[in-house]
């Protein structure tokens, strides 16, 4: 449940507009978002459009966009590795 008390996963997503980013390769490994009419974001995995997106307020994406720009995740990048 959010904080505002609605459902995170009560939106109806069958007519938003998915996209991805422009720096993502042709492989099919990538995410998708799609802003919502509240103004809040809906983020899946392009190879499997069928499960339910994970969805974010407004406020809790810009922070996110906010840590990925200031460097928050610089060190967890450094050490992820897919294998």
């Given at each position: ?41 809906a ?17 809790e ?23």
């Open positions: 449940m959010r904080a505002d008390g609605r459902d995170p996963y009560s939106f109806d997503l069958s007519h938003v507009e998915w996209r991805k980013s422009s720096r993502s390769t042709g492989d099919g490994e990538c995410v998708q978002i799609a802003v919502l009419a509240d103004g809040s974001v983020v899946r995995d392009s190879k499997r459009t069928t499960r339910r997106p994970l969805c974010f307020t407004a406020v994406w810009a922070a996110f966009i906010y840590a990925i720009r200031v460097g928050e995740f610089d060190q967890v990048s450094d050490t992820f590795s897919p294998e």
